[in-house]
């Protein structure tokens, strides 16, 4: 199968052929994606809170993504990924935020980058583009902000949000972004946002009028995540305790000794000869 290219994923907007993003974070994750027939990768910084356990994407590091991109680029060699820019890795002057991405794609081996902001990054975004870095946005609900935004809140339901958000989405079109995430947004408001771009937008949380939609790998499979509770995920599979009780089974057959038997044991002919002089 052939990787999707920015140019297809625009044309599946035009087709209204929705786009299908999950995250992973390392091979496993990425090869069973793949083979899942996901559209793109996301190696999202939500891996601080999922993979890491810390309590904010704000710790993670540009290491933490290279190391964790090149495990899910080894894992899914045929699928379009982007790798998000950790906190303050970009809007820190142009020469390091070229230079973050460009080690997120070499060392990481991702196909795009993924920032959040609007209008105040579109100077980045712009240059990165032009560097011929493909750049994904993220606006809504940013959780590299959260303490800015005073929590995890749903986004836009103002009048003067909402028109601030379609002028982020409206100004990252314009500096070249191939696409954008809008997270926990109204769905009136990122039906609008979607319609009013010709980039495909990509939902969480923002309800059914989106070009695509993007959830978090250890939500949808409750896979010890913490998160897959909210009202936004929808969970496929029960992961996390198919993990647990085959652990359990696993101590108690050690305990008992059902475990290893006979099957598991390697019967050696030989006999040292250290034995004999016991
Ligand atoms: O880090 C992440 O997983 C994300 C998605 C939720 C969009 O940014
Ligand atoms: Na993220």
Do not use: W
Request: with cysteine; hydrophobic share 40%.
């Amino acid at each position: 199968r052939k990787r999707l290219t920015i140019t297809a994923m625009k044309k599946m907007k035009q087709e209204r052929n929705a786009i299908s993003v999950v995250t992973a974070y390392d091979y496993p994750s990425a090869k069973l994606a793949e083979e899942a027939g996901i559209d793109v990768i996301l190696v999202g910084d939500s891996l601080g809170n999922v993979v890491l356990g810390y309590d904010t994407t704000i710790p993670v590091t540009i290491d933490d993504i290279v190391y964790h991109t090149r495990a899910v680029a080894r894992g899914a060699q045929h699928t379009f990924i982007v790798a998000d820019m950790p906190f303050m890795t970009y809007g820190i002057g142009r020469e390091s935020t070229l230079r973050n991405a460009a080690k997120i794609m070499q060392e990481g081996g991702a196909q795009a980058v993924k920032l959040e902001g609007g209008a105040d990054i579109a100077e980045d975004v712009a240059a990165l583009v032009k560097a011929g870095i493909p750049v994904m946005g993220h606006i809504g609900l940013t959780p590299q902000s959260v303490h800015q935004l005073g929590g995890y809140k749903v986004q836009g339901k103002l009048d003067q949000e909402a028109e601030r958000l379609l002028q982020d989405a409206k100004a990252l079109e314009e500096a070249g972004a191939f696409s954008i995430v809008l997270e926990l947004v109204t769905e009136p408001l990122a039906t609008l946002i979607s319609e009013s771009l010709s980039i495909p937008v990509i939902g969480i949380g923002a309800g059914r009028g989106c070009d695509g939609q993007v959830l978090v790998y250890h939500d949808i499979l409750q896979y010890a995540s913490p998160y897959f509770e909210k009202k936004f995920v929808k969970t496929y599979a029960d992961i996390g305790s198919t993990i647990r009780h085959a652990i359990e089974s696993y101590v108690a057959d050690v305990k008992t000794g059902a475990f290893p038997g006979e099957e598991h044991s390697f019967q050696a002919q030989a006999k040292p000869a250290a034995v004999d002089s016991l």
